[in-house]
């Protein structure tokens, strides 16, 4: 028996091509809408699978900017988010992440850091010109 998504599959790889040529951070209907005009009888279900799969090998990340949506994004090295709070934009930062942030909160978290996520929120400049 193979293990969890090892076999090769078209529409998984068409799912991580359609994520790669992206930056905006797409939900699984997106990727799904932009996957159906390849491969027109793929299945909701199909992709949401198959996002799993690639999240469960670390090709993908699965992002919640809690709005109730799952996120995907193939940039899977640390870096940092903007979330517009108005239209929901979600860009990539690109600032170096702050490594030494672990070990300056070593002492006040019971445990051990493997990582962390650094998100910011506001209004984007698209918004800001329309108000």
Not at 86 to 92: E, K, P, S
Request: hydrophobic letters at 35%; one cysteine or more; aromatic letters at 6%.
């Amino acid at each position: 028996m193979q293990a969890l998504g090892t076999k090769r599959s078209r529409q998984r790889e068409r799912i991580l091509q359609v994520l790669k040529r992206t930056t905006s951070h797409p939900t699984a209907e997106w990727v799904y809408e932009q996957v159906r005009q390849q491969i027109p009888h793929v299945s909701l279900g199909t992709v949401y699978r198959n996002l799993h799969i690639l999240t469960a090998q670390a090709k993908i990340r699965e992002l919640d900017f809690g709005e109730g949506l799952h996120r995907y994004d193939a940039t899977v090295e640390q870096h940092y988010h903007f979330v517009c709070n108005q239209c929901g934009v979600v860009r990539d930062l690109a600032v170096p992440p702050q490594n030494d942030l672990n070990d300056r909160m070593r002492d006040m978290v019971p445990g051990n850091i493997a990582a962390h996520r650094l998100d910011f929120y506001g209004i984007c400049s698209d918004c800001l010109g329309k108000i």
